[in-house]
């Protein structure tokens, strides 16, 4: 019998498809820590890529990006939820006022063109009812909408901004209901 030496591989596996693309957003009193707390992202990062054993994620270093806007801090990567060394950082280096954590974090524009005068809870009233329930969906996490006068004369726009977990993908949005706006020409998403 032939004896050769030991080996023993470390594999880290890809994230399963319970993953998704997480968005973390801190926010500072100040550019000034927001800075700061870069600067220790950017030595995490580096250590992890250096010593990966030492941590306990399912992706790479590699594959995650962070910017600083002003006073946020914000730190992408696709993950089953890994994320207990970054929101170290985030907290420790420098006392964030707030940070949130997003799954497939969407920034939309949502407009609705109805009759002019309207309001949103007349609105819900002529409208069908997935789209009665989709305005007051929006009303509840967006609070009240922007209204604009169409070039028409006769009809407004009831506009709301959302940020956060992804509602919207290939033209329906998911409320805790499916609605499809692909066939409604006053409906608009950017």
């Keep these: 019998m032939c004896s050769s030496p030991s080996e023993f591989y470390v594999f880290k ?10 968005t973390l957003i801190a926010t500072y009193k100040g550019a000034v820590r927001a800075e700061k707390v870069e600067k220790a992202l950017q030595k995490l990062l580096k250590d992890m890529k250096d010593h990966c054993d030492d941590y306990d ?14 006073n946020k801090v914000w730190f992408e990567v696709y993950t089953a939820g890994y994320l207990d060394d970054i929101e170290s950082i985030l907290r420790k280096v ?11 974090y ?33 009303k509840e996490n967006c609070g009240e ?18 940020s956060g977990d992804g509602i919207y993908s ?12 692909g066939d409604r020409n006053y409906w608009e998403v950017e």
């Design 57 to 70: 994620t399912d992706w790479s270093p590699d594959e995650a990006s962070f910017s600083i806007s002003g």
């Design 13 to 22: 596996f890809r994230p399963s498809s319970h993953s998704d693309d997480y």
């Design 170 to 181: 290939e033209s329906t949005f998911y409320l805790g209901f499916e609605f499809y706006v």
């Design 145 to 162: 909408p922007k209204v604009e006068d169409c070039e028409d004369g006769a009809h407004q726009t009831l506009e709301w901004f959302y």
């Design 106 to 138: 969407q920034e939309l524009t949502v407009r609705v063109r109805v009759p002019r005068g309207l309001t949103p809870e007349s609105a819900m009233l002529i409208l069908d009812k997935e789209e009665a329930e989709a305005i007051k969906w929006f």
């Design 94 to 104: 420098a006392v964030p006022e707030e940070v949130e954590c997003y799954r497939d």
